[in-house]
């Protein structure tokens, strides 16, 4: 039995959630799940930019997650169900008046979690994301769903001319900027301050972070950000190279397409995103260069120093690649060698011998790090450079605590329960698997990311120093079984990657 939040009316309309203990500190936490933040984007609004809301008068009872975008099954997902019908969000927030870190008067920092999925999955209603935790720190917690997949970033040439900036695709990304800008006119309304938002994400959504930091159109609807293992800085598709794709694939008939189901537009998503991703070219089905909300690789913008300047912390895992990896189909040294090839062309030898292999048993791991420095330790370490550059608060750190049963590990997006706290969610196959070391490591992350978000700075008394980041020494913190520091994290490997790209960029 739900025992009924606080009454809060936000601009468009009344909504009333539900009370929450959080087992933290005994307060009430007030959770608002399913917030609608746009307009349903369901029949002339598929494939098109968010729509404003209708407003409401009635309460809105919002006490059960909004649906997934139509995506493969995953059992960390919890929402009810799937539909188009997906622009929703979700907040935890502290009732303030409990709180020994309430000030009279004063609101409450703002942590907005934008979820991974590589672009065609994932949810805000993920179980390792459960804010309560979170919230009982003395911060609000938002999350919320964006489209993906073909439904959220389809590029066709029939789209782009019914558009009146003449670009289509980047819709997922229009909608990441909506729930931003709705933040700002009604996170007050809960006891958030819009001026104290830091955004935060894991995979795509951390990819999609580094995107904004770029994009004209989101500048000020945050002022920090937290990365975990961003895709970042790879060359993006240009609007042309996607519009070319969806012609090829699916052709030129957008009424055809507008006409098909839910299911049967997911069920496209094969014919644009291939199962072999690649390692240094770009990907069609994600944010691409439209010209208007992208109008340069983010390695551009990065490398000269041009996007928005702002405390960060940025870190990727152990083990990024194995897991993601698993099921390629490179079994023999020349599977092996035509994917080097396929990706670094006249620079093959060298990648072949930096990430060498003598027998067919060391193949799965040596593609496992190649996909692990090209998607994630690369754009990690040039977003600490760069940002570092102009801003002292940057902070950079490595998650390497495997679970108990883990003999490879952490794999990505394994930290996420750790810095919300869910550690009982499952994350590998052996039901609450997590020991001692896993909880004080869960603490001291969630601890430093709650601090990061009041001052800019994660550091605090009670927790390990973390020093910010410095170009040469490239240092970071470790998250394992201790906290401890490393200097120089896979540095000849990554320096290769960037010396690769900077010819490939030209």
Known sequence: ??????????????????????????????????????????????????????????????????????????????????????????????????????????????????????????????????????????????????????????????????????????????????????????????????????????????????????????????????LHSPGAARPLATLAQAEALSIRELGSDIERLRSLSEQEIFKLTSLLNPKIRGLTTPRILRPILDGVYLSENERDVFKAHRQAMLPMIVGSNLDEGSLLTKDWAIHSLDDYIGLVESNFKAHSSDALALYAVQADEQIRGRVAELFGDTQFNYGTRLLAQSNSNQIANTWRYLFAKRRPSQIDGPHHGQEVAHVFGNLSSKVTAVVNDYDLQDQFI???????????????????????????????????????????????????NLDFIDQYFDISFQ
């Not at 020994?100 to 672009?119: S, T």
């Not at 869960?442 to 605090?460: D, H």
């Not at 240092?475 to 394992?480: D, K, L, R, T, W």
């Open 442 to 492: 869960s603490n001291a992350m969630l601890n430093y990311w709650v601090q990061f978000a009041y001052t800019g700075n994660p550091n605090q008394s009670e927790l390990p120093a973390w020093l910010p980041y410095e170009l040469d020494s490239d240092n970071m913190i470790v998250f394992e079984n201790e906290i401890s520091k490393q200097y120089g994290f896979r540095k000849i």
């Open 1 to 226: 039995m739900f025992s009924p939040s606080s009454l809060v009316l936000t601009e468009d309309g009344p909504v009333q959630g539900f009370k929450k203990q959080s087992a933290i500190g005994g307060f009430d936490i007030d959770c608002f799940l399913g917030i609608p933040y746009a307009a349903p984007p369901v029949g002339a609004q598929r494939w098109q930019a968010p729509q404003l809301l209708e407003s409401w008068s009635e309460t809105r009872n919002c006490i059960e997650f909004g649906a997934d975008f139509p995506q493969a099954a995953n059992a960390l997902f919890r929402a009810p169900h799937q539909s188009e019908d997906c622009l929703y969000l979700n907040v935890w927030a502290p009732q303030t008046s409990q709180h020994p870190l309430y000030e009279h008067g004063k609101k409450l920092p703002v942590m907005v979690w934008i979820h991974g999925g590589g672009f065609v999955g994932g949810s805000g209603s993920d179980q390792r994301s459960d804010g309560t935790l979170m919230a009982s720190k003395g911060v609000v917690v938002v999350s919320f769903n964006y489209r993906s997949g073909v439904f959220g970033f389809l590029a066709h040439p029939e789209l782009s001319a019914e558009s009146e900036l003449k670009v289509s695709g980047n819709y997922g990304l229009l909608d990441q900027i909506a729930a931003l800008k709705w933040i700002q006119k009604n996170i007050a309304h809960f006891g958030g301050d819009p001026h104290k938002v830091t955004v935060f994400g894991v995979s795509a959504g951390s990819a999609s972070i580094s995107l904004l930091l770029t994009c004209p159109q989101a500048r000020g609807l945050f002022q920090q950000s937290i």
